[in-house]
């Protein structure tokens, strides 16, 4: 693929102006900070306007067939920057439209003019900009010579061709602003009883700021996962969504929902700002979008703003309780709170180095703010997996979970997470079930929409017997985490121990069709007791019953 020779010119579209030679995009004549990669695929993209350009092609034009890169995830990545410095939406495109399963095409009115034009403008004392200034306010000096009166010519008439762009800018927002209310006044119209909080991309410009996106993405799903008559996707789920693209019929397929929410973060000058929009997954429409801002300290009234507004855009029944808490957000510690979402981040991954990261950060944030709840909530969830994974020893891990998970729950009993940790303490250590099942009802009436309580209780009802609790259990955790492989495999154990050897093996062979490399599964098939064995039901305090019962590999 050859791109149009671009030497010696500008490329202007909108209020933008492109010079390739220089690697420069500028607004109004003001430089925007954009990436190298990212700016040499718009050069591409605007080279060919009009034309569809494949993502072959691009591969082929910026990273050449030779190089070794996730060329998908950086395509992806380049494609969210160009359109967060343009303003430009995938949905309702001004400059970049998406072809499916084919690339992109440019699509706005370009001109094109020498680049020497805008570099003797630049070379002029004062540059434009001081030019313009001096027009305006009559104070320039009066120089008759036929150039100087041309470049005044020149100048006035941009700053009229600006003003008209600007007033038409104005009336086309408002014609979209009256285009959006009549959207969402129709989107109540269509039924949404299921939704995915899709990974919020980071648009502050620094990666390190990745796990700001990710706790905001984190803390929205539990939010809305306590309004209880909506069914809210886990996150394990939907993480495999991040950094990339893929079409809303997709998406649909594999989460069955009615809905997604997506949105980005930006962190700048002590404020975090949330764009978020609702997509109806059925026709890919717009149904709602807006922005949020507050201070760093006031992050939890931010999270709660969204979700009470997207509570309010589907118009899902609120609870009292639950409506009360999303409006009594107070101010955090700031430092405190990063160190949570740093370890909400790490905690997500599972691994055994991850976890003691992930344990490393909520400790360190309650030891800055021991009034955290959601702090101690993590470090019980944390000490909970590390003694179920044996990276810990139980004499060790469980108690400290307990006393986590208490005094998250003395700070806020309304932690559903708290409660399913104690839970978890309370039976695998103690052998307490009556508490542990008490404490497991707590944490699903607080949060019914948490995949993992739901899993974990199933393999407490397993151990007690009660095969039929369990199944339901566990049909309703992969319907909210309908990704999840170990919960597809637990079903199958299920099966197992109800005697019904050719559906479980089923169960894990479905498995293994996705991931063959799956070690859970293969450690059930190929032990006495994931396929084959006498015995009709678990010995409950056999250490081996556990092993693998919730881990990811």
Known sequence: MGSPPLSGRVLRFGLFELNPEAQQLRRAGAVLRIQPQPLKVLTVLVSRAGQIVTRKELRHELWGEGTFVDFEQGLNY?????RAVLGDEAQTPRYIETIPRRGYRFIARLEARPTEVRNSEESAPGGPVAASSEIAS??????????ALSRFRDRLQQIAILSVVALLLCLAGVYAWQRVRGRVTSAAAIPIRSIAVLPFDNFSGDSHQDYLADGMTDELITDLAQLGSLRVTSRA???????????????????GVDAIVEGSVVRSGGKVRVDARLVSTSDDRHLWAQSFSQDEQDIIALQDDVARAIAERIEVAVEPSVRARLASAHPVNTEAYEAYLHGISYFAHHSDADLEKSLDYFKHATAIDPTLAAAHAGTAEAYCLLADYNVQADRVAWPQAETAA???LKLDGSMGKAHAALAFALWRYEWRWKDAE??????LALNPNDSDTHHVYGLFLMARGDFLGAMRQLKTASELDPL?????TNIGWIRYYQRDYATAIAEYQSVLQIDPQFLPVHQKLGSRTGCRGSSSRPAGSSKAYFAFSIKHP
């Open 237 to 255: 789920s939907v993480m495999r969504y991040r950094g990339a693209e893929k079409p809303i019929e997709q998406i649909r397929q594999n989460l």
């Open 78 to 82: 380049c494609i969210r920057q160009i």
């Open 484 to 488: 999840s492989l170990i919960i597809r």
């Open 406 to 408: 208490r005094r998250a």
């Open 438 to 443: 008490a404490e497991f009802q707590k944490a």
């Open 138 to 147: 009559g104070t320039a000096m009066v120089n008759t010579s036929p150039t």
